[in-house]
Nanobody
């Protein structure tokens, strides 16, 4: 099992930047892939970005491509999401997640452990 704790959320104006962090403990950090998801009020949880065992393989949703960047530091047991050029529609609770089974990375059901979430609010 893996324990995940997100941080770095907050209130930012449109066009601003935030960096989310996800601290992991439990299993060896470099042994599982990870992802970021978000959920806005009244909407389903949606895929944002995913990263493989190292930083060599990443995937980003079309809605954030070119603005958000996922990365990981295996020495620090930490996952990151750099968010630039933020828009009001990026407002949501952001969750990090870990997968041990390597299913389709864009599906929440592929992930085995989840953090508690961190709120990101972008004002216009």
């Amino acid at each position: 099992q893996v324990q995940l704790v997100e941080s770095g959320g907050g209130l930012v104006q449109a066009g601003g930047s935030l960096r989310l962090s996800c601290a992991a403990s439990g299993r060896t950090f470099g042994s599982y892939a990870m992802g970021w998801f978000r959920q806005a009020p009244g909407k389903e949880r949606e895929f944002v970005a995913a990263i493989g065992l190292s930083s060599g393989v990443t995937s980003h949703a079309d809605s954030v491509k070119g603005r958000f960047t996922i990365s990981r530091d295996n020495a620090r047991n930490t996952l990151y999401l750099q968010m630039d050029s933020l828009k009001p529609e990026d407002t949501a609770v952001y969750y990090c997640a870990a997968t041990f089974t390597m299913g389709p990375m864009t599906f929440p059901s592929s992930y085995d452990s989840w953090g508690q979430g961190t709120q990101v609010t972008v004002s216009s």
